[in-house]
């Protein structure tokens, strides 16, 4: 009994001064001219075998890096390469932002894609992710792009009813549907009998189509969740884009992390 509590003591301690020994790196890597995020950045220690992929948000967290100096190398298709000394204290958090300048010289088109890494480390039962860029490829009414008109051709989605539209998900009604908007409630997300959401494609950076399988964090809802995510837009200029078509016209304002949009139906 007396040798298993010391070596219970002796384990314990070792932990906790493994710990004590580590510190956490983290941050954000963005682009230096527009001041978004890069996803699918490579962050590496030099010498080491530390590293990973930034995320949607641009973000990559190192832990338990051993306590000492590093150079940081952070590398992305099409942008120069960045190396930063940092210093890792014990129990020390580092808060690090990345800003990578775009290289000036041509390359061939490369297609990056970080759905194989994001596998590896969570578990998306029953999820659908959309991009602008895949609702731009679909054809639709009035040659105007939109949400509402892609989910339609979507397994398990049904669209039908009157004003406003309904939208059925695997057999459930719209108002067991959660919609959301960077985290918040969209009550009526759809108008012009169904064919248009009140979500401008322009600035979707994604949406995913939880059908089955979504945490307690969505609760409220049992059929499905529409989680979409917007475009934190240029922090260096201001830009913006006027359109008109058969049924809507839009004009579109960025700067910042503000995003003012106006649709008027015809």
């Not at 590398?75 to 808060?95: C, E, H, K, M, P």
């Not at 860029?133 to 939109?146: A, C, M, T």
């Not at 998900?169 to 985290?183: A, C, E, F, N, Y």
């Not at 169904?194 to 809802?221: K, P, Q």
């Amino acid at each position: 009994m007396k040798n298993q509590f010391l070596l219970s003591f002796f384990l314990l301690f070792f932990t906790l001064n493994l710990f004590a020994q580590t510190g956490d790196v983290r941050g954000f890597v963005y682009d230096k001219d527009s001041g978004e995020p890069l996803v699918g950045a490579s962050v590496l220690l030099q010498g080491t075998k530390m590293g990973l992929s930034t995320d949607i948000e641009g973000f990559y967290s190192l832990s338990r890096v051993p306590v000492g100096s590093y150079t940081m190398l952070v590398t992305f298709i099409g942008y120069d390469t960045s190396r930063v000394a940092i210093s890792v204290g014990a129990g020390q958090i580092l808060n690090q932002k990345i800003y990578l300048k775009e290289q000036s010289k041509q390359l061939n088109v490369v297609e990056i894609s970080a759905e194989k890494e994001q596998a590896k480390t969570e578990v998306r039962t029953s999820t659908v992710t959309l991009t602008a860029k895949q609702i731009n490829r679909l054809p639709s009414v009035g040659g105007e792009p939109d949400i509402a008109q892609y989910l339609q051709v979507l397994p398990g989605i049904v669209s039908t009813g009157d004003q406003g539209g309904q939208l059925y998900i695997r057999g459930g009604s719209m108002i067991q549907t959660k919609v959301l908007l960077d985290g918040m409630t969209v009550y009526n997300p759809f108008h012009s009998v169904g064919l248009f959401s009140v979500f401008e494609t322009d600035v979707i950076r994604n949406v995913d189509v939880m059908t089955g399988g979504f945490g307690a964090e969505y609760g409220g809802r049992i059929s499905a969740v529409i989680d979409i995510a917007t475009r934190e837009g240029n922090k260096k200029r201001i830009a913006g884009k006027v359109a008109a078509n058969t049924f809507l016209s839009k004009a579109i304002l960025r700067r910042t992390h503000c995003k003012t949009e106006r649709k008027r139906r015809f």
